[in-house]
């Protein structure tokens, strides 16, 4: 095997399409391994749970080749299906169901879902031909470069309070979540940005009666970091930035983590103001069952009587990859910067074997690294050295 990568996500897809589209790898020299049913799982499975219909980020960010891809592909199904509204904004942001699709468009031309191995991979060791990886099935797979192209969707943030092991209180991006309401109930969701808000929306309108908590006031960015970030407006001063903890900082306050669109400020105000979603702004400070109910006990003094409680709190801010990233860690002395994460080249080189994407790359690429400019630009610095 010439390449294996490891995530069959937004990211994993859009590295093995550049690999085999730009750099002439063949199609039976590349494998995914990924543990979902099929490529982009969970993507999709997140988008659906809290109800997204649009994308957060502009047409040109997409998993195919081409910049304009999605526009050409765009056109062609309109004219088609008629479809209403493909994009909306000055960015073109693109519906959901066209990104879908654009992405299914990109899994076949590549021939993608015949390359995907089913499994998880567990376990990584470094020698001087490549590297060899162990799966969750107990199979070995030799390669002469690998791509760590894990994120944080099976890492999601649970706060303090909030014990896994109580009824009725979910994460809605935990893989095996099924706490969604099947009748009509009162929910608390727990968040204050996108996807909090997201879950909000689509509880309203399946006519739940919804409670939304926040530890602050709604925030208004069109995107989750400023344009800036993806050329040299803040990157020259992030590049020459050599202290990691420092970068580290950068990242953090560059992110405008809990912060919506405007497109759905506007929606999740109207519905605050017709009294279909009632918004409480304050910490949580303790839950508890109560007979058939939860109580939401607020710091603010407040008590939330619902039946359920839906986490919408984002992922945890700890290193991804789990223990197939510690054992290569372990095997090849790995460098790693204070907060855990990779210490790498600018070609995204974590060893002259072993590439990163997503949010092992972050450090190199920034705050944009997590999401769809992330795994373009990372796609960018990989095939220059494939």
């Not at 009509?184 to 808000?197: C, I, N, P, Y």
């Not at 995107?223 to 990242?251: H, T």
């Not at 070609?347 to 074997?353: G, M, Y």
């Amino acid at each position: 095997m010439e390449w294996l990568i490891i995530g069959g996500g937004i990211h994993g897809v859009h590295i093995a399409a550049r690999l085999l589209g730009e750099t002439g790898v063949a199609p039976g020299r590349l494998r995914i391994v990924d543990p979902g049913d099929r490529l982009l799982e969970r993507w999709r499975i997140c988008a659906d749970t809290i109800g997204m219909t649009r994308l957060r980020s502009p047409s040109v960010h997409h998993l195919d080749l081409n910049p304009r891809s999605l526009s050409y592909f765009a056109s062609r199904r309109r004219r088609r299906r008629r479809e209403n509204k493909p994009f909306a904004g000055v960015y073109d942001r693109p519906s959901l169901a066209l990104f879908n699709a654009h992405s299914d468009h990109v899994l076949k031309t590549f021939g993608l879902p015949d390359l995907h191995i089913q499994d998880r991979a567990t376990e990584g060791s470094v020698d001087s031909d490549g590297v060899e990886i162990t799966l969750s099935s107990g199979r070995k797979i030799a390669t002469r470069n690998v791509v760590l192209a894990v994120g944080g969707g099976e890492q999601p943030e649970w706060p303090n309070w909030a014990s896994r092991n109580v009824s009725g209180v979910h994460h809605v991006f935990d893989p095996s979540f099924d706490g969604w309401p099947s009748t009509t109930e009162t929910v608390a969701v727990l968040g204050g940005g996108l996807s909090a808000a997201q879950t909000a929306l689509r509880l309203k309108s399946e006519g739940h009666r919804v409670h939304m908590v926040s530890r602050h006031a709604l925030r208004e960015h069109r995107f989750d970091s400023a344009p800036g970030w993806l050329g040299p407006k803040y990157m020259v001063g992030f590049n020459r930035e050599k202290d990691l903890a420092r970068r580290r900082a950068i990242i953090t306050e560059a992110r405008h983590r809990g912060s919506v669109p405007r497109g759905v400020r506007i929606a999740l105000c109207g519905a605050a103001a017709r009294n279909q979603i009632h918004w409480h702004e304050g910490e949580v400070e303790a839950l508890d069952r109560q007979s058939d109910a939860l109580a939401l006990r607020l710091k603010t003094h407040q008590l939330l009587h619902v039946d359920r409680v839906l986490l919408a709190t984002g992922f945890s801010a700890l290193r991804p990859g789990g223990s197939v990233v510690e054992t290569l860690i372990a095997s090849a002395s790995l460098p790693c910067a204070g907060c855990g994460y990779p210490i790498v080249d600018p070609q995204l080189r974590w060893h002259p074997r072993i590439r990163v994407s997503g949010p092992l790359a972050e450090l190199e690429l920034g705050p944009v690294a997590r999401n769809i400019a992330g795994a373009r630009r990372a796609g960018d610095r990989l095939v220059g050295v494939a």
